[in-house]
Each structure stands twice: as structure tokens, then as C-alpha cells.
């Protein structure tokens, strides 16, 4: 057999070449160029405006949530303030301007200007990426229902604490050292005050107050006995009181409006009816109020009012939570708002509310 010849030093050279060259073609094409840098999801398109205005259906990463406000509740129109200065929410961006529907990632209607609308909703295109909200503030006993309301939505924002969005009338707040010491109960001149505009016979809290009436001297305000007070007498005649009657209009799970807060936040008591005692000390201090329901009968509420009225230092326990805490109003259109549009940007999950009816009205 014929041996084999070793390689020629030409032949060698070539060999090395071609290495060299293919090691290069490797580099060139598998290798970042220092002149395209990578972003954080591996492409090297890294240039996304904040001010994107891509349609919900075509998100870009960095762009803000837009939430679109479809129309103020109660014609109360809020302004459009920063939600990162008032709730501490970035990446938010809120319109009332429905130009922008089909750029809105989420879109707010308020069930009251649903139910005259419906079937305009039922009518309308939808982008697939964009959420629609249901918000409420009312209780299901001052809610009109309406079955095709099922399947709608998305999302539910109310005062109902298992709400998608959850948002509370006002809330009790951590109170700075200032405001600790700035308070102190103002001089009272009356024993049990109501201010109501909403009278119908059936309600509870109308038959409460003809009972309670009988055994004290309740000071009566608004548009139910022809007293109507403006802003400034509102807060002055509350705080002038001992204690307020803070009845809800219907009593529901979570349904705790400003007639809890709003005593609390002047200097009275509120004597509450409303859901039960576990449910108000879910949303503020137990010795911050009296509940209707601690009584067997108004009568014996009433003898405790009067005691509280001749023993100060008993009468002062309901405000040791001042000691510590604050009640803050809240900005419920602009906040449910906000917190809708932080909730669509954090959960990019598909949701939809099935039986509204049934999770509202039960």
C-alpha cells in the first residue's frame, strides 16, 4: 500500500485561513454588536415612547395605563389630578375624552348611567385587550337591577370590600404628630343631632328616630324637616353636637358611607344603624362609636346618651382614638378611578364578571 504524504506547509496555511475566516463569520453573526444594545426581553428594540398611543389591543411595555372615564358619576366632573400625587399610583394615565376609546386599556362606567344606556353598550365594539369596569357606590336597595348586565364587565369597583377594586367611602388614617396634638372636642350645645334629606317610612332609620324621639330631644336638619344647611352649616351644627345619628339609608354588607365619617372627622359621636357592629370595626376603631344594635330598644339607647351627657370623662373615651389616627375624606370618583387603572396594570390576567346580579343583589 501506498503511504500517505504529510501536509504541505501551502497546504497547512490554507487550513489555518479558512479557521480563522470561519471563527470570524461566528463572531460577526452570533455576537452583539456593541453599536445595538439589548433591552431586558432580549430585542434590541429599546426605544418605546412613553407617550405611546397604541390602541389596547396592541400594548407597548412602557407606555401608561389609560383608564377611560366613560362618564362622571352624578355629572360631578373631578379634575383629571396626577394619580402618582394623590394615591401614590404611577403608569396611570385618566380621560373623559372618548375620542380616546379605543386607545383606553380600561373604561369606568358608573352603574347608574349604565342602566339608561345598556343597550348602546350591548352595541359596542370592544378592543380585545381593554377591560371595562363596573363602579358603584350605592347600595343594591338604591340600585336598579338589571340581569343583562351579566357577562358584561370585567372588573367591579365599589364600596364592597370583595369589589375587584375595592374603594372606601373615607377611611381612618395614621395621624401625624401635628394633627395629634391639634385636636380637641369642640364645644357642644346639643345632646343628638340627624341632618337627612332622604325620608321614606319604610326605612329602618325612619322608624328608629320616631322611637328614639320619644325619650330625648333629637336636633333635626335638612331637606326632610325643611331645615336645609350649606356646606359650612353642615360641618359647624354637626360639631356642635354630642352625638350624631349616623343611619344609613339601607343596610347591606360593607355599605358604611360619609354619615359614619363625617361626625368622626368634625368631633362627634356617631350613633350608627346600619350592617352589623364586626363590619364598622372592620373600617374603624371599636370605641369610636355607638351601634343601635348594643341597645334592646331606643328607649335604652336614649338613657345611655344621657348618662354618657352627665359623665365627661365617659364621654371623652370615643375620641382616645384621635390619640393616634385621622379621618381622611376621600376623592371617590378620581380615586376609584386611579385604583381601577393600577389594578388593570398590575393584573394582565383574563377576568370576567359572570352573575353581577347574583355577587350584588344577591
Not at 350605592?138 to 357577562?151: F, M, T, V
Not at 374603624?284 to 348594643?294: N, R
Not at 381622611?328 to 398590575?346: G, M, Q, T, V, Y
Request: hydrophobic letters at 35%.
Amino acid at each position: 500500500m501506498k503511504s500517505e504524504r504529510p501536509l504541505g506547509r501551502r497546504t497547512l496555511l490554507l487550513v489555518l485561513v479558512a479557521l480563522l475566516c470561519s471563527e470570524g463569520l461566528f463572531y460577526a453573526l452570533y455576537t452583539p454588536s456593541a453599536q445595538t444594545p439589548r433591552c431586558s426581553d432580549g430585542t434590541s428594540n429599546c426605544n418605546h415612547s412613553k407617550d405611546d398611543k397604541s390602541p389596547a389591543g396592541r400594548r407597548t411595555p412602557d407606555r401608561s395605563t389609560v383608564v377611560l372615564i366613560w362618564r362622571w358619576p352624578y355629572g360631578h366632573r373631578a379634575g383629571l389630578q396626577s394619580c402618582s400625587k394623590l394615591f401614590q399610583i404611577i403608569g396611570c394615565r385618566l380621560t373623559a375624552d372618548r375620542r380616546e376609546y379605543d386607545k383606553a386599556d380600561g373604561v369606568m362606567f358608573h352603574h347608574k348611567d349604565v342602566q339608561g344606556n345598556l343597550s348602546e353598550l350591548l352595541r359596542m365594539r370592544r378592543p380585545p385587550l381593554q377591560k371595562w369596569v363596573w363602579m358603584n357606590m350605592e347600595s343594591p336597595g338604591n340600585s336598579r337591577r338589571r340581569a343583562h348586565l351579566d357577562g358584561l364587565f370585567n372588573l367591579t369597583a365599589s364600596y364592597r370590600r370583595d369589589s375587584d377594586v375595592w374603594v372606601s367611602y373615607e377611611r381612618i388614617v395614621e395621624a401625624s404628630e401635628d394633627r395629634q396634638k391639634a385636636f380637641k372636642i369642640p364645644p357642644k350645645d346639643k345632646l343628638v343631632c340627624w341632618i337627612v334629606t332622604h325620608w321614606n317610612m319604610r326605612f329602618r332609620r325612619v322608624q328608629y328616630y320616631r322611637e328614639l324621639s320619644k325619650h330625648l330631644t333629637v336636633h333635626t336638619y335638612g331637606g326632610a324637616f325643611e331645615r336645609p344647611l350649606g356646606l359650612q352649616e353642615y360641618h359647624s351644627v354637626m360639631s356642635s353636637c354630642k352625638f350624631y345619628l349616623s343611619f344609613e339609608n339601607s343596610i347591606h354588607k360593607d355599605y358604611i358611607t360619609e354619615k359614619l365619617f363625617n361626625p368622626m372627622r368634625v368631633g362627634a359621636v356617631p350613633v350608627v344603624l346600619g350592617p352589623p357592629r364586626e363590619n364598622y370595626e372592620e373600617l374603624v376603631p371599636a370605641g369610636s362609636f355607638i351601634h343601635v344594635d348594643d341597645f334592646k330598644s331606643p328607649q335604652e339607647l336614649a338613657e345611655h346618651l344621657v348618662f354618657l351627657d352627665q359623665n365627661q370623662d365617659a364621654y371623652e373615651r370615643f375620641f382616645r382614638w384621635r390619640q393616634h389616627f385621622t379621618a381622611e375624606r376621600s376623592h371617590l370618583s378620581l380615586e376609584h378611578a386611579c385604583r381601577i387603572c393600577d389594578h388593570i396594570k398590575r393584573h394582565k390576567v383574563y377576568t370576567v364578571v359572570k352573575s353581577l346580579s347574583k355577587w350584588f343583589w344577591g
